[in-house]
């Protein structure tokens, strides 16, 4: 049974979410919710729809039916997005994608502070101090000038995960977080995202790596044919 603090306080909310690429059935009526200090691992075998979720919270995937909401923003399925609801959702949502797509031209300072200015409106000075906090906190000040191919696998996702956090949404969403990384940075990321959820973070990752979810989730969902199971 859900807690009632979670229900009391629900960041995420699907209900019946239904996505089609074509005549393909991606997602097939996601329903699930998380709450406010969360993370959420949603587990399933490649091709399931793991990643659909994520993108489609993120505004990035349309879908056909159902709604999606994070806090008080809303989408409704096969209705248009307009541009202020999609800034928005933006602003509550980070993503960190499973190669991170940080820009390869750019030190990993401006990977951070990039978007809170030219998307979001940010002060320039604002955002680079923001954006060295997050660095800091993170571990990886020392790399802020260094490119994204001068980084290793783990400096480069807590790059990423900064980058996301750098407009302070109030969701993030991670697809595939241990896909590059060893055990012992396995390890190292369970407890920044463990943290993060004790800051009041909620998480929503996509992984199939069961000993991690277990580890650092405090729900796991499995997905299958486009629906959750839980």
Request: proline content about 3%.
């Amino acid at each position: 049974m859900e807690s009632a603090d979670r229900m009391n306080d629900v960041v995420l909310g699907l209900r019946d979410v239904c996505l089609r690429r074509g005549a393909r059935q991606i997602l097939a009526g996601v329903t699930f919710e998380a709450g406010r200090g969360e993370l959420v691992a949603i587990m399933g075998p490649s091709g399931s729809g793991k990643t659909t979720i994520l993108r489609a919270i993120a505004g990035l995937d349309p879908f056909q039916a159902g709604r999606l909401t994070v806090e008080d923003v809303a989408l409704e399925g096969g209705a248009e997005i307009s541009s202020t609801t999609l800034g928005r959702l933006r602003r509550k949502v980070g993503m960190v994608f499973q190669f991170h797509c940080l820009f390869e031209h750019l030190p990993a300072l401006q990977n951070v502070w990039l978007a809170p200015v030219h998307a979001h409106g940010i002060g320039l000075e604002e955002a680079k101090h923001r954006a060295r906090e997050l660095l800091t906190a993170f571990g990886v000040e020392h790399r802020a000038n260094a490119l994204p191919r001068e980084l290793s696998g783990g400096e480069a996702q807590r790059v990423a995960i900064a980058r996301a956090l750098a407009v302070d949404p109030r969701l993030l969403l991670m697809d595939e977080p241990t896909a590059s990384l060893d055990s012992a940075r396995r390890g190292e990321l369970g407890e920044l995202l463990k943290a993060l959820v004790r800051q009041g973070r909620t998480l929503v990752i996509a992984t199939h790596d069961e000993d991690f979810a277990r580890g650092c989730a405090t729900r796991v969902l499995r997905v299958s044919d486009g629906a959750v199971n839980r």
